[in-house]
């Protein structure tokens, strides 16, 4: 008898485990957006390859009929700039990244600084070139990098305005990187095949190069009618110290509560400064720090049928995974089979509570979340629920000082 009421009990846990309500799902047909309507007619080299005939379907989670948070006036939020386009540059590491610096001068020190984030991209385009002939070749030179690369960069090269460095150059609206990355990437294989690892003379053609593109950054401008180097505004003006900085992240193939390095193949540098927590501690700092008045830079995967450019909401359906399932298991899995990457960067700085669930506040500069009305306060920004960063954010960038109590762990 004590058997069948075990049975029966399992039985019916199993049966409530599956009974919520199932998420519907739909076939959309392609159309062009922001990027092909805006950024791509900006990006001459492209304009012929835009195919207005286009006839894609794409399997998504139906939204419709969903009582979704996805306006931004229902959300308490911390400051940050507006919204601006990385264009068609692989940059989300850095818009994401100089937008929490903005929001925590802002916090820190009540001044209000739209900073440059072509003046970090260029530099890190040295860096990397550095590193690919240090390497003989064997380090990766491409467009994309990780968060703490511009703390990385500011404490190497300083920060400068985007009124003095917007590299936007010829009338150009819109960033579009891949001409000057086919050249730089061009003449580094041929140093690589005629083996001329002039350090010195690599790094100057990749400067003029740059130049030519996105314009050569300044070593000197003036702010408030004073003049200042990158390292002098960077430490005297914003007062930004990349050193109160920290890398939080969580995966289940590295041990936790140790630093561990990120692999991914945009932690080209091969950083070893990532603090690896569980995952339930991941999910309290983020739902703990937005509410302390810190906001982060925030990566991970962004492809996921749940993910809508439409609504502008990111879920993670039914026919997925159950929300009782989401577990460091099921995260470890989705990033070991790379159906989770780190495919891009964004800026937490907002939350709303609803229906018992968390939902935050997105600053986005990719096209993906420009698709709506321009004038409306959403353009620019998602909506993510709880689950979603749960099962697809792997890590971000913080304060410090939010995550004191985590550090001393570390200790």
């Given at each position: 008898?004590?058997?069948?009421?075990?049975?029966?009990?399992?039985?019916?846990?199993?049966?409530?485990?599956?009974?919520?309500?199932?998420?519907?799902?739909?076939?959309?047909?392609?159309?062009?957006?922001?990027?092909?309507?805006?950024?791509?007619?900006?990006?001459?080299?492209?304009?012929?390859?835009?195919?207005?005939?286009?006839?894609?379907?794409?399997?998504?989670?139906?939204?419709?009929?969903?009582?979704?948070?996805?306006?931004?006036?229902l959300y308490k939020r911390e400051w940050s700039n507006p919204v601006i386009s990385q264009g068609n540059a692989g940059s989300c590491w850095a818009y994401s990244t100089i937008s929490m610096y903005e929001s925590e001068v802002k916090r820190l020190q009540n001044k209000e600084v739209k900073l440059s984030e072509i003046y970090i991209v260029y530099w890190e385009y040295v860096e990397k070139a550095?590193?690919?002939?240090?390497?003989?070749?064997?380090?990766?030179?491409?467009?994309?990098?990780?968060?703490?690369?511009?703390?990385?960069?500011?404490?190497?090269?300083?920060?400068?305005?985007?009124?003095?460095?917007?590299?936007?150059?010829?009338?150009?609206?819109?960033?579009?990187?891949?001409?000057?990355?086919?050249?730089?990437?061009?003449?580094?294989?041929?140093?690589?095949?005629?083996?001329?690892?002039?350090?010195?003379?690599?790094?100057?053609?990749?400067?003029?190069?740059?130049?030519?593109?996105?314009?050569?950054?300044?070593?000197?401008?003036?702010?408030?009618?004073?003049?200042?180097?990158?390292?002098?505004?960077?430490?005297?003006?914003?007062?930004?110290?990349?050193?109160?900085?920290?890398?939080?992240?969580?995966?289940?193939?590295?041990?936790?509560?140790?630093?561990?390095?990120?692999?991914?193949?945009?932690?080209?540098?091969?950083?070893?400064?990532?603090?690896?927590?569980?995952?339930?501690?991941?999910?309290?700092?983020?739902?703990?720090?937005?509410?302390?008045g810190y906001t982060i830079s925030i990566g991970g995967d962004v492809s996921e049928s749940g993910f809508s450019r439409k609504t502008q909401v990111a879920l993670v359906p039914t026919y997925d995974i159950p929300t009782e399932y989401i577990d460091e298991d099921s995260r470890q899995f989705r990033f070991s089979n790379e159906t989770t990457t780190d495919d891009h960067g964004m800026h937490l700085?907002?939350?709303?509570?609803?229906?018992?669930?968390?939902?935050?506040?997105?600053?986005?500069?990719?096209?993906?979340?420009?698709?709506?009305?321009?004038?409306?306060?959403?353009?620019?920004?998602?909506?993510?629920?709880?689950?979603?960063?749960?099962?697809?954010?792997?890590?971000?960038?913080?304060?410090?000082?939010?995550?004191?109590?985590?550090?001393?762990?570390?200790?």
């Open positions: 008898m004590k058997k069948i009421l075990l049975f029966l009990t399992i039985s019916v846990f199993a049966i409530n485990a599956f009974a919520q309500k199932k998420d519907k799902t739909v076939f959309e047909e392609y159309k062009a957006g922001f990027y092909q309507n805006f950024i791509l007619k900006d990006v001459s080299e492209v304009k012929e390859k835009l195919n207005p005939e286009k006839k894609e379907k794409k399997f998504l989670m139906d939204h419709s009929g969903l009582e979704l948070p996805n306006k931004v006036n550095r590193g690919f002939v240090q390497e003989r070749g064997n380090s990766l030179f491409a467009q994309g990098s990780e968060a703490n690369a511009v703390a990385r960069i500011y404490k190497q090269y300083g920060a400068v305005p985007m009124s003095n460095y917007s590299g936007l150059i010829n009338g150009r609206k819109y960033h579009s990187h891949d001409a000057m990355y086919k050249e730089m990437m061009a003449y580094l294989n041929s140093v690589k095949k005629n083996n001329a690892w002039n350090e010195v003379a690599v790094l100057e053609t990749i400067k003029k190069i740059m130049n030519h593109h996105i314009g050569m950054p300044p070593a000197e401008f003036s702010v408030d009618g004073k003049k200042y180097t990158p390292k002098s505004y960077l430490n005297d003006y914003i007062k930004i110290n990349p050193d109160d900085y920290v890398e939080i992240l969580s995966y289940k193939q590295e041990p936790y509560w140790k630093q561990v390095e990120y692999k991914v193949p945009d932690n080209w540098w091969h950083s070893k400064e990532y603090y690896n927590i569980s995952l339930d501690v991941f999910m309290d700092i983020v739902k703990r720090t937005i509410r302390e700085v907002g939350y709303v509570e609803k229906d018992g669930n968390g939902w935050y506040l997105i600053k986005d500069s990719s096209s993906g979340s420009r698709n709506n009305d321009h004038d409306a306060p959403e353009f620019g920004y998602y909506f993510f629920h709880e689950d979603y960063i749960k099962l697809k954010m792997m890590g971000f960038t913080i304060h410090k000082d939010a995550v004191k109590d985590i550090l001393k762990k570390f200790e």
